[in-house]
């Protein structure tokens, strides 16, 4: 990106203005006031008006409900006379029916309060003029317990006689004498009293009266609802059009607030691309000649302090009064992402922490490569991939907002990669019978570990999550490494090289043939070969304790002395000499980081395994409930789909949908398919809660942790794309 100034005079500002906002290159910088001798600049006569149209406009699309795919002609011209005239035409025909509109709501309202309130009294069945009026009697009207209010009435003080009437739960009790505190009494009778309405109408009449006007007031909105339709499809072009003539209008009479101005010149200072500096330069000079100077104030680079370098000479800024050396703001170019089509919608997971500065690499890309693989390793289920590529298809296709459909399109990458992997281990929700189905030996190439059969690869991927959490936290310090070497490749190599050193080294001894005893000896027999020797145990490798023949068993120990009767590893003192040189970067929390995140980061990857396993348990249960099972061969298999009958000290569970006879099968096989629907349902939103906040998780906080900062702001050039209106 290039900063670039543009200086004139003010008798041309205008002409500048139109040549900036119809290229839409220039992200214009607001002037902050430190310039001496320079003022902001005052808004162009007829702001105000414009400002006050354009409000107008859009109060009337808001009431009429009018949005952009409203518009299916041609573009508009849209002279100054016609608009005023038409939008107060439109404005007095909307107003006088909203505010009518306002006004039969409101009745409606006092209606429907008023039906409320009277209903009782038709279930009370007593004329409403016989319930007032009286001179020596008490009468109160409620809803409660008759006996409770029988009770209350006996033990009342200052009550002579009293009489109720009313068969249900509406009473009606006529007390003498007339002064008597009838209704604080009821109060511990649960008795919640109704007003009286103020008329003489027979109940079922009032009812009926206020019904009628009930619809009465029904059908006229619903007639206005009507015209604000007819007038919505009437004026939604021209509406929209006026929006847009009146946006574009705003923002050409108020870009001067953005200048620094004298009372002869202005200084206008933005940013656009650098490969565009050109145009922006060539269209200005051919309207407006020698009356203008463009310059290229710098191409954004970043001193030792990773802030906009300049790289002009010092005659050229005093040249220029300084202004070259002081930008209009803070000098902070913005941003500009560009990435591949299938990479673009994970920019808005990264937006959520903040888009990436100016200065500092996009890591969008690493995201796209790495969140829906996670997501995918985790659920690792056909079935349920289906289900997040179709929710994630109609999202893209069927919402408005941009980020809604940016997340559509990460749950259809996310779900393909679930599908990927549910192929993998042979599952559709939860069942293995796509295994059986698709794979020759009817055994998938990947197992989750459930099974007691294989439960090795329960900890062969709590291995695989750690190298995994390797990989990444490097990559992540690789990415702040090149961010570095803006400072110096010795500085870069202090702030981040010591760190990839520190963390490759420390895993490599944890994964060696050192300390045998504090470590577990999966770590040595998941990828290794059959017949190697276990460093932890000293014996054989057997075939059943591999999930992978790879051939690793370990790296080997390299002793380079020994003290005490100690060997010193060669690894170990590669550990403490980078952890020497974290700290010495660090300082003292560096000592302390180590742990945390060269140790604790990497570990926290296992939590992918842990949610495989957490997901994988649950789609068993409820396939398990659902078809039963029985334990064989070290595998669960599942009764519904079983060619015989297992044994009985076998069966785990029955399976709702297996039961015998009659009504019990029938409520069996209905209770096992809501079951069935429901569980899956819960594995699936689940999916999304764990998998997806976890694998979010990951991302966000052990790998952008080590190398992004973000705060960087779009670039938002001056000027808009015209949809409804054509080019005056």
Known sequence: MSRVSVTGSKRVMDEVIETIHDLRLFDMTDYDGEWDGFQPGDPVEGADDASEKLVTVRSLESLLGIEGDDFEGDPLRLDDADL?????????????????????????????????????????????DLLQGYDTLTVVVGQGDRD???RTLVEADGVDQYQIFGDGETLAAFVTPADAAVSDALVSAEFTQLEIPETDADPEGYVADLREQKTAIEAELEDIEGDLADLADEHAEFLLAAEERLTIDVQKREAPLSFATTRNAFVAEGWLPSEQYLDLAERLKDRVGDHVDVEELEQAEYDEDGHAEESHTDEEVAADGGHAEQPMSDGTPPVVQDNPGPVKPFESLVAVL???KYSELDPTIVFFLTF???????????????????????????LDSDILRALGAVGLLSGFFTAVFGVLYGEFFGLHQLGYAIYPSGSAPMHKGLQPYYQEYALAWMLLSVVVGVLHLVTGRVLDFVNNLKHGVGEAFMESGSWILFTVSLWVWILSHTALSAKPDFLFTSFAQAGQTNPVTGGTIEAGEVVYSLGFNGFPAIDVFSVAGFAIDAVLLVVVASLALVVKAEGGIGLVESVTQGFGHVISYARIAAVLLAKAGMALAVNLLVFGAYLEGGEFHLIFFSDHAPAAENVVFSGLVNVEGGLAMVLGLLAGILVLVLGHMLVLVLGVTSAGLQAVRLEYVEFFGKFYEGGGRNYTPFGQERRYTAEE
Not at 92 to 114: H, I, K, P
């Open 84 to 128: 005023d005239d038409r939008l107060a035409t439109i404005r007095t025909e909307v107003n006088s029916l909203d505010d009518r509109q306002d006004e039969l709501e409101s009745e409606l309202r006092e209606v429907e309060e008023s039906l409320n309130s009277v209903e009782p009294f038709v279930e009370l069945g007593i004329d409403l």
């Open 148 to 150: 409770e209010v029988r």
């Open 372 to 398: 829906p693989v996670f997501f995918g390793f985790m659920i690792g289920d056909l079935g349920y991939g289906l289900i997040y590529m179709g929710i994630g298809y109609l999202m893209m296709r069927s």
């Open 354 to 356: 903040n888009k990436p």
